[in-house]
């Protein structure tokens, strides 16, 4: 099956009582035994549920995985991947993260043990040179958020693995989508991603994925997931469903948008840089073209002057945090975002007070570049 095949058939099957094309929602905790451990393969709803057995089928079949798990927020989902490790371990992550990722690695799981380093993923070697004999997991997003970094995925994977095969490469494909590039088969291990955004695509819920290819790790995973027990619940696997059946729609769109509010930008008076890996100008550009099959719709920028201005003026793009949704949106990632950053850690790599990034949702164009040009003219 080609991909834009996948997204409303991958891993479906109409439901074997009714035919119903689309799985119920399974609104149920637990399932009926005829003697005891005699079920029909759900026993009780955090192990498994239909309607999410149906998305994490159709998760593993968009990124090319044997197996995928749905939890109740990205977040949920970094925390399960970070739970295969033990007090000692090390993790090389990406020095440009989501800011609740960077929250829960100094946070939460430092003060359990785990040790991390963060590395400008631009450069691969920089990658290697991290690793030591304790490393057991390299954390990636590529495009990063909010700075849309690109790091090749491919190299990375071969330069990581040839010095340990055991290091387990995981990586962040929220802003790309499984449409525009899937990591598994570049050599990562893990993919996660916030279904929040684009999977789900119309901001009316919060879920994660992983997928992955392993049997033994999808087994782990599974263990963490029903012992853990931060699932997906049954009404938000259905809306992701749905949402997922116009994933390659969307995504083209939001690929068309993203380019010309890029391009824009790039030439207006009123603009400073523009982060964007379809620019030319981007410096990863190159990579981004071999890895990514368009660029996506996430654009970030420097204004000269008068950002909160700006944030306040636009009409059509929404100042509120999240992305990947059908309507576009406007962020602040040093106060909104990114908030939870240490404002040195944050300086040192570039998102700054002027930092704005834009979801550039489905909308007409001609509208989104008159609502961002009247917003600069205020
Ligand atoms: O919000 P949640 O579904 O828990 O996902 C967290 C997360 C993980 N990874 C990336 C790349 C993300 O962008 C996010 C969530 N990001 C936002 C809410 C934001 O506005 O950037």
């Not at 071969?158 to 990586?171: F, G, H, R, S, W």
């Not at 049997?215 to 992701?240: C, R, S, T, V």
């Amino acid at each position: 099956m080609k991909f834009n095949t996948k997204t409303i058939h991958g891993g479906q099957q109409p439901e074997e009582t009714t035919g119903a094309v689309m799985p119920p929602v399974f609104l149920t905790s637990t399932f009926a035994q005829s003697s005891p451990g005699e079920h029909k393969g759900y026993a009780y709803a955090r192990g498994t549920n239909p309607t999410r057995t149906a998305l994490e089928k159709s998760f593993a079949a968009l990124e090319n995985g044997t197996n995928a798990f749905a939890f109740a927020s990205g977040m949920a989902a970094v925390d399960a991947v970070l739970r295969l490790l033990k007090p000692g371990d090390e993790v090389v992550a990406g020095d440009d993260l989501y800011g609740g990722t960077y929250r829960m690695f100094t946070q939460l799981f430092e003060k359990y043990g785990l040790v991390f380093s963060y590395v400008d993923m631009n450069v691969v070697g920089n990658v290697s040179s991290a690793i030591t004999k304790k490393t057991k997991l390299v954390w990636l997003e590529t495009p990063t958020n909010p700075l849309m970094k690109i790091a090749d995925i491919q190299a990375i994977s071969l330069a990581v693995k040839d010095i340990n095969t055991t290091i387990l490469i995981a990586v962040d494909n929220t802003f790309a989508t499984p449409y525009l590039q899937r990591p598994l088969d570049l050599g990562a291990d893990i993919v996660m991603h916030s279904a929040t955004k684009y999977l789900g695509g119309h901001s009316d819920l919060v879920m994660g994925a992983l997928m992955v290819k392993d049997e033994i790790l999808a087994k782990e995973l599974h263990f963490i997931q029903f012992a853990a027990g931060a699932i997906a619940g049954p009404m938000d696997a259905f809306l992701a469903l749905r949402g997922i059946k116009t994933l390659h729609l969307r995504m083209q769109r939001h690929c068309e948008n993203g380019k010309a509010v890029a391009e824009f930008l790039k030439n207006h008076s009123k603009v400073g840089e523009v982060f964007y890996p379809g620019l030319e100008s981007h410096q990863n550009h190159e990579i981004a073209k071999k890895q990514m099959k368009d660029f996506g719709g996430m654009v970030s920028f420097k204004l000269k002057e008068a950002t909160f201005r700006f944030l306040e003026n636009t009409k059509l793009f929404t100042l509120a945090e999240s992305l990947g949704g059908v309507e576009s949106l406007v962020n602040h990632p040093v106060s909104m975002s990114h908030g939870s950053i240490p404002e040195a850690a944050r300086l040192k790599i570039g998102i700054t007070d002027s930092l704005i990034r834009l979801s550039v949702g489905v909308e007409d164009i001609d509208d989104l570049l008159t609502d961002l040009e009247q917003a600069l003219n205020v």
